[in-house]
């Protein structure tokens, strides 16, 4: 008899602070088993864009709850708003967002939907956030924590922040990030903690070929 069990998707979870690598990581992960994937942490960048549109506060829960219960997953396709959720002020007003456990609790949900049954048939989804081995899926397949100095990662969003405003200072990269990573640790509500079955991976030396071959060694046994 033919086993007609639908397949359950194989979820690789990839955590890990700001600017450690985990986007670029996770997103070559996927491509590479053909997968599909989703980057968590626009979701919060784009309830924090919508918040500080309206000119609410990212510290009112209720803006970002409303927020939250309508969030338009198509404007993630627009790569004119892709690029206004990179700034670093999205970036800090998108942890102040995650620390609201109801804003949380209204978008796990879709996390988890594409997480069950990946977009396009695709046998398997790739999720990068702060804790998707933790709370989102903790019985994922495979679970990578992304690590690298503080410096290191400063410089490389530095760098990337730079391509568009050209003003932005290295010490104040590194101070936000600090900030951002001390609040997504400290908070109540799913702080960011690599899973007890989570491998490390620190990237801080490896180009990004040599973390990639790393990460598939990973997920490959
Ligand atoms: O790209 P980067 O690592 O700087 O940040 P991000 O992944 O876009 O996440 C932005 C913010 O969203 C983080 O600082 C967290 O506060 C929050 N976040 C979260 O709480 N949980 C996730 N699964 C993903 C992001």
């Known amino acids: 008899m033919p086993d007609l069990t639908p397949k359950k998707p194989i979820i690789i979870a990839v955590d890990g602070p700001a600017a450690s690598g985990k986007g670029t990581l996770a997103r070559r992960i996927a491509a590479h088993f053909n997968y599909a994937f989703l980057d968590t942490g626009s979701l919060y960048r784009a309830l924090a864009y919508d918040v500080l549109r309206r000119g609410e506060a990212p510290a009112d829960a209720s803006a970002s709850l409303r927020a939250a219960k309508k969030l338009n997953m198509a404007m993630l396709d627009d790569p004119d708003i892709l690029a206004a959720l ?39 989804a790739v999720l990068d ?36 405003n050209p003003q932005v200072s290295l010490e104040d990269v590194l101070a936000d990030l600090n900030a951002r990573d001390q609040r997504d640790s400290a908070r109540a509500t799913a702080p960011m903690r690599a899973a007890r079955d989570a491998h490390l991976l620190d990237t801080s030396d490896l180009s990004i070929e040599e973390a990639f071959e790393a990460a598939l060694a990973l997920v490959s046994h």
Do not use: M, Y
């Not at 690298?148 to 969003?157: F, H, N, Q």
């Open 129 to 164: 956030g702060r804790d998707i081995g933790t709370n989102v899926c903790p019985n994922a397949a495979h679970k990578i924590f992304v690590t690298a100095r503080a410096e290191i990662r400063a410089k490389r969003r530095w760098q990337e922040l730079r391509q568009h």
């Open 86 to 124: 990179r700034t670093d002020a999205v970036g800090t007003a998108a942890s102040v967002v995650a620390a609201q456990p109801e804003t949380r609790g209204a978008i796990l949900q879709i996390q988890r939907d594409i997480a069950d049954t990946p977009p396009d048939g695709k046998a398997g």
